[in-house]
């Protein structure tokens, strides 16, 4: 109760001082007071320098240049402008518990959006012609079982993609060359849409494989010595990120004419970092910032991988190449996580690793010895390297 006293009080005078409506839960999405403002924003926005720039076609203004066009015991947090053929401007503010945008267009329609965070509905106007209300929280979820998260990271090791693709609502395909596995295909509609994450991401961008990390080119093997050979050997040390899949992703659906400032307020970030993520995933918009194809944005996303270390050592006794001598592997976990803070919420979208990879949290000095090791033991039981070159990130 104490906490919707306080957000009465701070509101009750600016149904006056700015004519916007206000109950005790929600600022209202009337836009007669902003439909009044929009040259004098253009004008005072257009008269000032920009802090940064994004792009050619979006810009950040300092917040104090539009903190009278804001509600009296608002924050501004962002100013942004932007052009897509209809400049316009993006004033985003915390009132209480709401956090708004407006957006003035320079031919004069206004729209203006609300995320509640305490209901976690958003409210959308655009320029009295069109309303929308949706929860932020009606999130689908797709996850799998221990079991068949086991189960698939065995096929992959084995490289068995005919039993991965039988299993459900997988499938399997060469894109350029390579095997891309899917997870998430049992719906059409679903898969036809672009991922978005609050974040830069795709698996391929995090992968790597076989990478070259540490070596040495004249370590002295006295087992080869002993036998007539150079003894001099080089022992490389190779390390694997790879062979994604994920175990839960959580995100909501947004079809095409949807707005970015809606896309902005489910994730509850910047408005200014919201195009540079659609941007990144090539997802266009129109004059009026909507949207130009269906998307999923993800809340939530988890992804297991293989981690790996490898040695290999210079054979000169019958491969006459580097041979693979030692390997480790171990399951890690990529996460998508969020920073929390009491007064703001959750922001800050980040990658990082929930689990590490036990593999690689060995030193590559410690693979380099083992790798040294075995290939020295071997020459000294059998007195040639027996085992072929073998293969690096499986």
Do not use: C
Request: hydrophobic share 35%.
């Amino acid at each position: 109760m104490m906490v919707n006293v306080l957000v009465t009080i701070l509101l009750l005078p600016q149904i006056t001082l700015a004519e916007k409506s206000v109950d005790s839960m929600n600022v209202s999405v009337d836009i007669t007071q902003e439909k009044k403002e929009v040259n004098n924003v253009f004008k005072k926005i257009k008269s000032s320098n920009p802090n940064q720039l994004l792009s050619k076609d979006i810009k950040i203004f300092d917040n104090n240049v539009a903190s009278e066009f804001a509600p009296k015991n608002s924050t501004v947090t962002e100013v942004l402008y932007t052009d897509f053929g209809i400049p316009s401007i993006s004033i985003d503010y915390t009132l209480g518990d709401s956090r708004v945008i407006v957006t003035y267009f320079e031919d004069g329609k206004v729209e203006k959006s609300i995320l509640n965070r305490t209901s976690g509905y958003i409210t959308e106007n655009f320029n009295n012609e069109k309303k929308n209300t949706f929860n932020r929280n009606d999130v689908i979820t797709i996850s799998r079982s221990k079991e068949q998260l086991d189960t698939i990271n065995t096929l992959i090791k084995e490289r068995n993609f005919e039993e991965i693709e039988k299993i459900k609502d997988t499938t399997v395909n060469k894109v350029g060359g390579k095997t891309i596995i899917s997870f998430d295909d049992s719906n059409a509609g679903i898969l036809a849409n672009k991922k978005v994450y609050p974040v830069p991401y795709d698996p391929e961008w995090k992968k790597y494989k076989a990478k070259f990390k540490y070596g040495m080119y004249h370590e002295y093997s006295k087992a080869l010595d002993d036998r007539g050979y150079d003894p001099h050997v080089a022992v490389k040390v190779y390390e694997t990120m790879d062979y994604f899949n994920y175990v839960d992703e959580s995100y909501k659906n947004f079809s095409a004419g949807r707005t970015v400032t809606a896309i902005s307020l489910f994730w509850d970030v910047a408005k200014s970092g919201t195009f540079s993520w659609l941007s990144y995933a090539a997802v266009f918009v129109d004059t009026y910032e909507r949207i130009k194809s269906s998307i999923s944005a993800v809340d939530e996303a988890a992804w297991n991988f293989e981690g790996g270390k490898e040695g290999t050592v210079y054979d000169p006794t019958r491969s006459k190449t580097n041979v693979q001598t030692w390997e480790t592997w171990g399951t890690g976990r990529v996460v998508l996580g969020w920073n929390y803070n009491s007064s703001t919420g959750y922001n800050n979208p980040n990658w990082y690793h929930s689990k590490r990879s036990t593999a690689l949290q060995m030193s590559d000095y410690t693979v380099f010895n083992n790798a040294f090791e075995t290939y020295n033991n071997n020459i000294n039981m059998y007195g040639v390297w027996k085992w072929g070159e073998g293969r690096l990130g499986y």
